[in-house]
């Protein structure tokens, strides 16, 4: 394939040009596995590992190469693998906290243009979780796009579309069903050649069911829903690079039990635009909105101008990004702790050559 044909551009072009005097070829990574990636070259596909020095450069696993990466690569196409030198600069990144207690940034998907953020109109419906992913999802960089799944399962879909531009704000939002069709045309909106489309949603939303759909084919394994927790087995266990037929890109990824903010507060005031706005108007510029006077927040509660589960969800995200803040400083401190230890360390090794 054409680098064109995999969304190469001007961007990554100037990205690329200290590995093109190297001598380094672009690729752009489809699959990453436990034991290594595969990679997608003008010569085709390829199965590939990280160079040594790359991982030793590596501060964090953010620094490595992700899903949708461009990357540069010495190719041994005659042995049908090569090596992983660079990662070229992202146009955009969508990241999650590591599961656990980590600090550390999880890639979800590197260099999409469109997020399609999927919720199950069945028993996964949830706005809390909608709200958790458009703060990511505007972190990100890239486009997104609500997609409402299994229409054809819902009774008030009208309302449950309602339901979900109250909290979006200016955000699309699509109702779609594999089942009637419903919404599919819509969503060729955004399936342009050369564009990436990551499929991002918890278990059992359908993404693969939707990436089979707009491939025309069968190219990933679907799971069952259970009936009595509407939760999903799902059956993507690895991020995949698809191409579509019609030559667009798209990254299904596995269904995510666990969507630890990876933010800032830019992104989180840009899907809570309604509170924020409201905080501006409260009497002192250090409000809690507890118990002050002149609280433009409690005031809006009292009314019904402000839902009482999108504020709680609000304060929720904000105390979680605090936290965040605070662990990631903690251990950049001991990091650098650890450095200059090491420094010392190497300076006593050293022969004293005064004299």
Known sequence: ??????????????????????????????????NGYIIITEEGELRAEIAGALRHRAV????????????????????????????LPRRSVFSRKEAGNSTNEQIVAANVDTLFLLTGLDGNFNLQRIERYLVLAWESGARPVVVLSKADLCDALADRI???????????????????????????????????????????????????TLAGNYVQQTGDVSDSVGKGRHTT?????????????????????????????????????????LARRCRFTDCRHADEPGCAIRAALARGDLDARRFRNYQKMRRELAYLE?????????????????????NRRRPDKRG
């Open 60 to 87: 964090n696993p953010a620094d490595l190469p992700a899903v949708g990466d461009w990357v540069a690569a010495a190719l041994r196409t005659h042995e049908g693998s090569a090596t992983i030198h660079g990662v």
């Open 237 to 277: 266990t690895s991020r995949e690079l698809i191409v579509l037929p019609n030559g667009a890109l798209v990254i299904d990824t596995p269904g995510m039990r666990e969507l630890g903010l990876w933010s800032n507060e830019e992104s989180l005031a840009e899907t809570f635009e309604d509170v924020e706005e």
């Open 162 to 212: 309602q339901e979900v531009q109250t909290v979006a704000f200016g955000t699309p939002v699509i109702a779609v069903s594999v089942v009637d069709g419903t919404g599919l045309d819509e969503l060729q909106h955004y399936m342009q050649p050369g564009s990436t489309v990551a499929l991002l949603g918890s278990s059992g939303t359908g993404k693969s069911t939707l990436t089979n």
């Open 326 to 346: 605070r662990r990631v400083d903690q251990a950049a401190a001991l990091e650098e702790k650890r450095r200059w230890k090491r420094i010392g360390m190497e």
């Open 1 to 34: 394939m054409q680098r064109a044909e995999l969304g190469w551009d001007t961007f990554f072009e100037n990205g690329f040009q200290p590995y093109a005097r190297i001598g380094y070829s672009a690729a752009r990574v489809a699959q990453h596995h436990r």
